[in-house]
T-cell receptor, first 112, second 111 residues
Framework: EPEVTQTPSHQVTQMGQEVILRCVPI?????FYWYRQILGQKVEFLVS????????KSEIFDDQFSVERPDGSNFTLKIRSTKLEDSAMYFC??????????FGQGTRLTVV | KNEVEQSPQNLTAQEGEFITINCSYS?????LHWLQQHPGGGIVSLFM???GKKKHGRLIATINIQEKHSSLHITASHPRDSAVYIC?????????????FGTGTRLTIIP
């Protein structure tokens, strides 16, 4: 069964450092997403990506964040100058148009 | 006000009981998803609905578009069903594929 894979599963970083979270979406999907879930809170939308560009982003997705599809398979989320409040579980997801959304297992980011 | 509301927030039941989790939403949608999140954090999509009813094993999901309400039912519940169940909606406007999530219902099934 196809799946979305994320690496690493857990990342610890010092405040102010840059982190890159990596994802391999399902190969024939067209939409890619990043969501995050702060501990104890609901899942929040960060950004969607379609046709090699951002199709929508939330208020959370400010200049600190960027996404990239550097090749035909990877989809990355970069967080520049991490803050304590960036600590969360980050989920990558992908879907076809109007289709099921498939989620990766998440990357738990801890900023210390 | 949250666009997606779930009830109850927490539910504890005995093994074998019939479980119902409710979801109400306030926006126009093209689809509603039910998702399962286990303690490790991973999210699994259970159902995607735009009308009517779907069944998969012991799980049944229904939606009433006019009332903006959906339910997830679990028959013959089992301790392995213990998880957080999340309702999420996709808005109606074309090209807006993002999901808006409810806060989840934490289900605990006691043997």
């Amino acid at each position: 069964e196809p799946e979305v894979t994320q690496t690493p599963s857990h990342q610890v970083t010092q405040m102010g450092q840059e982190v890159i979270l990596r994802c391999v979406p399902i190969s024939n999907h067209l939409y890619f997403y990043w969501y995050r879930q702060i501990l104890g809170q609901k899942v929040e939308f960060l950004v969607s990506f379609y046709n090699n560009e951002i199709s929508e982003k939330s208020e959370i997705f400010d200049d600190q964040f960027s996404v990239e599809r550097p090749d035909g398979s990877n989809f990355t989320l970069k967080i520049r100058s991490t803050k304590l409040e960036d600590s969360a579980m980050y989920f990558c997801a992908s879907s076809r148009i109007a289709g099921f959304t498939f989620f990766g297992q998440g990357t738990r980011l801890t900023v210390v | 006000k949250n666009e997606v509301e779930q009830s109850p927030q927490n539910l504890t039941a005995q093994e074998g009981e019939f479980i119902t989790i409710n979801c109400s939403y306030s926006v126009g949608i093209s689809a509603l998803h039910w998702l399962q999140q286990h303690p490790g954090g991973g999210i699994v999509s259970l159902f995607m609905l735009s009308s009517g009813k779907k069944k998969h094993g012991r799980l049944i999901a229904t939606i009433n578009i006019q009332e903006k309400h959906s339910s997830l039912h679990i028959t013959a519940s089992h301790p392995r069903d213990s998880a957080v169940y999340i309702c999420a909606v996709r808005a109606t406007n074309f090209g807006n594929e993002k999901l808006t999530f409810g806060t989840g219902t934490r289900l605990t099934i006691i043997p």
